[in-house]
């Protein structure tokens, strides 16, 4: 259930583009949430998780299927290929969270101008980075705290070196790693990516019932379970430093719930 693909096939199907994505997993019995969305914008390749453990040979492998079906069916025709990475780790995709934090900063959104620690769940770490970026390039007084749910410290340091990296070759702005307003931690409860423990959408129910804000257990409840620790004591040992106010990104997930219905029946 993944936000960024249906949200590049639909900006693809606007302006007259053939869209490819490339879902982990099986098809779902029913198709629902963002596997609708995903099918009625673009063509699915369903990809089994042996073949997507290696993103980069699965994605030039389908690249060249797909200039080569293409190519057999115009010939003469020159067809280009653009490769958006899992996570929408492309460089250029720091632009549209430096414009996030942009809005974020005006005054009538978040109020003052005043020290923020920002939480955001991380899948590969492109919106963290990408937003702490944006914080170093305007100045702000606040403090982006990542939320790992795929991998450990060294990982997310290396998918930061990266995005910098592949923003830089893209003549975008960028400040040393080092640099970065930001820090990794581990959500409350780690487990392998993917995995919902006992609880966890009994946990999203009720969060929902009583603030009417709708998580999944995947990925926003690990961002809502580290803000609400630090909420309850600004100093939380998961962070470094004060802040006077705790934001967090709901970074969305929530039609993934759609999925975990025909995973979990009993649980809905």
Request: glycine share 10%; with cysteine.
């Amino acid at each position: 259930q993944s936000a960024h693909t249906v949200a590049v096939a639909v900006a693809c199907a606007e302006r007259g583009l053939t869209s490819h994505l490339l879902l982990r997993g099986e098809p779902l019995k029913v198709p629902t949430g963002y596997n609708l969305l995903a099918g009625m914008f673009s063509n699915v390749t369903y990809v089994s998780r042996d073949a997507y453990a290696d993103r980069d040979a699965m994605l030039a492998q389908h690249s060249e299927r797909v200039v080569s079906e293409a190519e057999a069916s115009a010939p003469g025709q020159a067809c280009a290929v653009e490769v958006v990475r899992e996570g929408a780790s492309n460089g250029e995709a720091v632009l549209g969270l430096i414009r996030l934090v942009e809005y974020l900063a005006r005054e009538e959104v978040l109020g003052p101008r005043v020290t923020r620690k920002v939480v955001i769940d991380s899948g590969t770490g492109t919106t963290a980075t990408g937003f702490a970026l944006g914080v170093a390039l305007l100045g702000l007084p606040w403090h982006v705290v990542g939320v790992m749910l795929a991998g450990d410290e060294s990982d997310y340091n290396r998918y930061q070196n990266q995005l910098l990296q592949s923003a830089k070759e893209a003549s975008i702005p960028t400040v040393a790693s080092e640099d970065l307003p930001l820090e990794w931690v581990p959500r409350l409860h780690p487990r392998r990516f993917g995995k919902v423990l006992p609880g966890e959408i009994d946990a999203c129910r009720q969060i929902a019932q009583s603030t009417g804000v709708l998580l999944d257990p995947i990925y926003t409840l690990a961002g809502w379970e580290v803000a609400s620790e630090m909420a309850t004591d600004l100093g939380s040992v998961h962070t470094s430093g004060k802040a006077s106010s705790i934001v967090l990104v709901h970074t969305g997930g929530t039609m993934g719930l759609f999925g975990l219905g025909q995973r979990f029946p009993k649980e809905f």
